[in-house]
């Protein structure tokens, strides 16, 4: 059973990341999307480049089983097993820059609990603010649920490739 009253006294916790957005990052981040452009000192950034700065450095031994840093730090501990997008929302103020150190302060806005079909649901909300050069350039709303473990119903077997035909 969940604490919600516990879990909500996460809500205002921050944790704060920086990072310089070198040429390097941009150029691979470019190369990755194939983006056309230079990535220059002073340059403008490409879009979403934010998403691969000023993460957190936790050592693998540290990562809990999903892939993220064990709950309880940051984000509450929410004993519910799934961890998921559930949605956010995006807004550009101001370019980031190559070159340009960017910090993003992360706070926790929300934590709600519901019952859903598949049974108890949590619902954090995380907002994260990107500043470049101590100026604000976009700010990022993340909704995160939590849910029971997946159900141990197996889908349907896929259909197989027309005779002749190769399956990718």
Not at 12 to 22: A, D, F, K, N, P
Not at 80 to 104: K, N, Q, T, Y
Not at 162 to 168: A, K, L, M
């Amino acid at each position: 059973m969940m604490d919600i009253k516990r879990l909500r006294e996460w809500i205002g916790r921050s944790e704060t990341e920086e990072e310089v957005l070198s040429t390097r990052i941009a150029t691979q981040f470019a190369a990755t999307l194939d983006l056309p452009g230079e990535w220059t000192e002073g340059a403008e950034a490409p879009p979403m480049i934010h998403w691969c700065l000023a993460q957190g450095r936790e050592p693998t031994r540290a990562l809990a089983d999903d892939g993220h840093p064990p709950r309880g730090g940051f984000l509450p501990p929410v004993t519910l097993p799934r961890r998921m997008w559930a949605g956010g929302e995006l807004s550009f103020v101001a370019p980031l820059r190559v070159g340009s150190v960017v910090e993003r302060r992360s706070t926790v806005r929300d934590v709600v609990a519901k019952e859903g079909r598949s049974g108890p649901l949590c619902f954090v909300t995380v907002e994260h603010v990107y500043r470049c050069d101590g100026v604000e350039a976009l700010t990022e709303r993340q909704d995160i649920v939590y849910r029971e473990a997946a159900s141990t119903h197996k889908p349907g077997q896929g259909q197989k490739a027309p005779e002749g035909q190769e399956h990718r």
